[in-house]
């Protein structure tokens, strides 16, 4: 943590912040105001308390912890670095230290005291003026660079988580938290009680299990659930989207998003304003990828489809090709016939043509009778063969003996 001032003029309670158990959980520091009662223990990082501070419940520190002079812890303390206790501090239970325990005078702890370093009992030397002593002693022995890199790491935002700031004077427990700064809670949290304050803003995905009342304005963040009433007394509302409300909402103005819920009655001394979406809400990006999945797929899908497509016009056009060859041979051989059933006509007229392309008819078989006509009045080479007698024999004949 850097260990510049913190304000502590309003109570911030940062991101992930959960009530747990009577234990207030953080993953960043603690900074609790002079004079401030926290009604339930303290679970963080670095934990820091100011003069006067009662705590109802025990402390656990991963880092260090210091508990300045007339502090109350009612039950014990585990340090995970080194603890710093003022004095006049009471202690009901143990207290355990992983590191160094630097203890003032007249510290009550009731229970056993452990500490894995040097314990060294003395009021503890202020931090502030701790670090001026020592980087008065790195420059006095000529350690330039020692004390600027001690400086710039005093001095640079390292980023960490926002620690929980507990103002001055204020009143935190299970019932109520009471403030008379502004108040701030962040997104994903997890408060029990009534939350008082000056004014008050909410964060997203937060639940409140009690009210909100502050004397100016209050805005409740996106899909937020108070189980309670929205007051204010002379400041105006805004409920963001899909945020619920279980109570009652009263302010002078109030702003409502179309998509909240508001389950009591809505109070307003001036106007009530409905924000509604000019685009709609914006679409998940869950949403997003399954729809660019299903154009993906959809894509895929089409190309495939116009591959078989082209597949089968290629194969249809084949097809009429095969036809196509199949009508022209018909076509010939219907030519053919017609050309043979003609060709007595054309011999008749004397026009013979030449047959296209090399081609030419097969020769045509004649008839017997035709035959026999066209050979009609030609003499035969060697003579007219004699009729047979009635009998079969001809007389003319001569009759050869047998040899016999």
Known sequence: MSLRSAELDELAIPDGTTVEEHDLVTDGDVVVGGQSTVEFGVRGDDVMAGERVTFGGGIEAEGDCRLDMWSEVAEDVLVGGSAYVGERVSIDGGLKVAGNADIGDDVEIADTFEASGHIEIRNPMPTVVFLVIYLSQLLRIGEEEAAEELADQLVADEGETQPI????????????????????????????????????????????????????????????????????????????????????????????????????????????????????????????????????????????????????????????????????????????????????????????????????????????????????????????????????????????????
Not at 169 to 184: F, L, Y
């Open 165 to 404: 700031v507990i103002p001055r004077g204020a009143r935190v427990g299970d019932d109520a938290w009471r403030v008379s700064t502004p108040a701030t809670v962040g997104d994903d949290c997890r408060i029990h009680g009534n939350i008082r304050a000056e004014s008050l803003t909410a964060g997203a995905d937060t639940v409140v299990f009690g009210s909100l009342r502050a004397k100016g304005d209050v805005a409740v963040g996106e899909e937020t659930e108070i189980k309670g009433d929205v007051t204010t007394r002379g400041g105006d509302v805004r409920i963001g989207r899909d945020a619920h409300i279980w109570g009652d909402v009263s302010a002078e103005d109030v702003e409502l998003h179309e998509h909240a819920v508001v389950e009591g009655t809505i109070r307003v001394s001036g106007e009530l304003t409905q924000v509604r979406d000019a685009l709609g809400p914006e679409p998940a990006e869950d949403a997003d990828e399954d729809a660019a999945d299903s154009d993906t797929e959809a894509a895929e899908e089409t190309a495939v489809d116009d591959g078989s497509t082209d597949d089968a016009d290629d194969d249809s056009a084949a097809d009429d090709a095969d036809d196509e060859d199949a009508d022209v041979e018909d076509v010939i051989d219907v030519a053919d016939a017609e050309g043979g059933d003609g060709g007595e006509d054309q011999d008749a007229d004397g026009n013979d043509e030449a047959p296209d392309d090399g081609e030419f008819d097969p020769e045509e078989v004649q008839s017997r009778e035709e035959v026999e006509e066209s050979l009609d009045g030609v003499v035969p080479m060697v003579g007219e063969r004699p009729d047979p007698e009635p009998n079969g024999h001809d007389e003319d004949a001569e009759v050869t003996p047998d040899a016999d």
